[in-house]
T-cell receptor, first 109, second 113 residues
């Protein structure tokens, strides 16, 4: 099945810094999503982005499907951005979402 | 809308006991799914459904059963709990017949002794 790899596994930022999280996938996909899991365990869908670029406030995401990667940008980070960021993908003609292992982000004030 | 709800929030079982984790959504979503989350491994798909009466296996289906008698409800059954099933379980739903823009429930933390 498809492999989804995220980097870095851990990231510590000072409040106000910018960061880029990367997601590589091993097969063609028709579905790529980014999620944030807050310190209380709640999972929130940030982006559904099988290709192209989207922005939502301080967050933006870009997926280059032909090169099999996606990037999540966090600008002017805040302590509330802390948590785990997951990307997940569905292989083309598939119907199962496969998650990466996540990037743990800690933003310090 | 309540979104996706899960009960119970916490559960402790003894090995061999059975139980059902409840999941309901009030958004009229067709696609519903169950995941388990273990430390350092992300989420893994257990079972999913694309509508009432239709279910299929995910990555890790062994030891779990599901059914989908209504659009709203998608319960997950553990027939004979094992310590390896200690995990956090999440239910999710999405509008389409595919896992697009999934909405997650708050999770159930299950411990099997």
């Amino acid at each position: 099945g498809i492999q989804v790899e995220q980097s870095p596994p851990d990231l510590i930022l000072q409040e106000g810094a910018n960061s880029t999280l990367r997601c590589n996938f091993s097969d063609s996909v028709n579905n790529l999503q980014w999620f944030h899991q807050n310190p209380w365990g709640q999972l929130i869908n940030l982006f559904y982005i099988p290709s192209g670029t989207k922005q939502n406030g301080r967050l933006s995401a870009t997926t280059v499907a032909t090169e099999r990667y996606s990037l999540l940008y966090i600008s002017s980070s805040q302590t509330t951005d802390s948590g785990v960021y997951f990307c997940a993908a569905v292989v083309a003609q598939g119907n199962k979402l496969v998650f990466g292992a996540g990037t743990i982000l800690r933003v310090k004030s | 809308n309540a979104g996706v709800t899960q009960t119970p929030k916490f559960q402790v079982l003894k090995t061999g006991q059975s139980m059902t984790l409840q999941c309901a959504q009030d958004m009229n979503h067709e696609y519903m799914s169950w995941y388990r989350q273990d430390p350092g491994m992300g989420l893994r798909l257990i079972h999913y459904s694309v509508g009432a009466g239709i279910t299929d296996q995910g990555e890790v289906p062994n030891g779990y059963n599901v059914s989908r008698s209504t659009t709203e409800d998608f319960p997950l059954r553990l027939l004979s709990a094992a310590p390896s099933q200690t995990s956090v379980y999440f239910c999710a739903s999405s509008r389409d017949l595919a896992p697009n823009e999934q909405f997650f429930g708050p999770g159930t933390r299950l411990t099997v002794l």
